[in-house]
Nanobody, 124 residues
């Protein structure tokens, strides 16, 4: 059974940093592209970042480019999202996703697996 378990969310002041993690089990992690999405209250879930199987290719939403960094550890079966210079508009539930081919940022239902999410709240 595939599981993606996010952790590391919390409350942070604007300008601060936070790292969220997603631990995967039940799949061959190194064969999956991984991604992060987020959903703010009253808004649709949106793409944040993605990383290829061995981490050579990374992509970011314009809203987080230069502030967030995605990385992965294929030994620990974990993907990370380092979030710096946090803003109140970064407040959302953050979800990780896995796909055997590549993360689909537009057709989100095409991604193979999803985690349950972790709440990130940024106060002004």
């Amino acid at each position: 059974q595939v599981q993606l378990v996010e952790s590391g969310g919390g409350l942070m002041q604007a300008g601060g940093s936070l790292r969220v993690s997603c631990a995967a089990s039940g799949l061959t992690f190194s064969t999956y592209a991984m991604g992060w999405f987020r959903q703010a209250p009253g808004k649709e879930r949106e793409f944040v970042s993605a990383i290829s199987r061995v981490g050579l290719t990374k992509s970011y939403a314009d809203s987080v480019k230069g502030r967030f960094t995605i990385s992965r550890d294929n030994v620990k079966n974990t993907v990370y999202l380092q979030m710096n210079i946090l803003k109140p508009e970064d407040t959302a539930v953050y979800y990780c996703a896995a796909d055997l081919v590549s993360i689909n940022r537009y057709e989100q239902s095409e991604n193979d697996y999803w985690g349950q999410g972790t709440q990130v709240t940024v106060s002004s």
